[in-house]
């Protein structure tokens, strides 16, 4: 797999990274969209939803409560999600799609060659159950408190992922508009024009306004299903942990 093109810093991203930066004293190691831009649905008014993988000095590894496992942070017109080099080296394992998606996002800023070393394989090796129930939770979470259009379209957008994940073992293109391109025509077609106009609307900017009703069974997912054909493979821990050695190794290099 060919590694992706780094992205033009729009001004307010490259403000946020340098403030999260200076507030917790971390070092970037890969930074993406992981948001609607990166996702195929942002509105002229969107914000930017960035994903770091960040490293720390290395005496925060040594002591108690040196190890910071994630910041949240929102500084103007970015919300910013990181993560600690360990906490996504743990996520990765998990095959959490959260991870799994800032390995795929469409929208890359910074590079890690490490990170990019490992890519194809956790794009490929995730394990199926595990991608699957993360997303099934999203759904089930969607279900119960999705009354706004950008709430349903996220319960939507992980419902069709979750059956995709269970029928093919394939990681779904993150691009929510995209995937229903290519992949449409595994659905209903009811379901497809919900998804579709879903995204039509949140890109005019009504996110917060009430979403319509979805067609019946679209967010109900199955609770059960067979380990013995859907737990069939894993992300390797020593891979990642490579990773993890030589990204923390890049990111202190001159200190």
Request: charged share 25%.
């Amino acid at each position: 797999m060919t590694p992706p093109a780094t992205d033009p810093v729009p001004e307010p991203v490259a403000d946020a990274l340098r403030a999260l930066c200076a507030e917790h004293d971390v070092a970037p190691c890969a930074v993406v969209e992981v948001g609607s831009r990166a996702w195929g649905y942002a509105g002229p008014a969107s914000d930017h939803d960035v994903g770091v993988v960040y490293a720390q000095p290395p005496a925060t590894y040594v002591v108690l409560d040196g190890y910071v496992p994630a910041i949240h942070d929102a500084f103007d017109g970015v919300d910013v999600r990181a993560w600690n080099l360990t906490r996504f080296a743990e996520l990765l394992v998990a095959s959490n799609p959260t991870a799994l998606e800032f390995l795929a996002s469409p929208v890359v800023y910074r590079v890690c060659p490490s990170l990019d070393a490992l890519r194809e394989h956790a794009l490929s090796s995730f394990s199926p159950i595990d991608a699957y129930h993360h997303y099934r939770s999203l759904a089930e979470s969607g279900r119960e408190d999705a009354a706004s259009v950008a709430a349903r379209l996220h319960a939507v957008r992980a419902a069709l992922y979750a059956r995709y994940v269970l029928a093919t073992h394939a990681f779904p293109d993150p691009d929510f508009p995209g995937f229903l391109d290519a992949e449409g025509a595994r659905f209903p077609d009811a379901w497809v024009e919900a998804a579709r106009a879903l995204v039509e609307r949140k890109r005019a900017g009504e996110g917060d306004a009430t979403a319509d009703a979805l067609p019946d069974g679209l967010l109900d997912l199955p609770r059960d299903v067979d380990p013995d054909a859907h737990a069939v493979r894993d992300i390797e821990r020593e891979r990642v942990n490579e990773f993890v050695r030589a990204a923390f190794a890049d990111a202190y290099a001159t200190v």
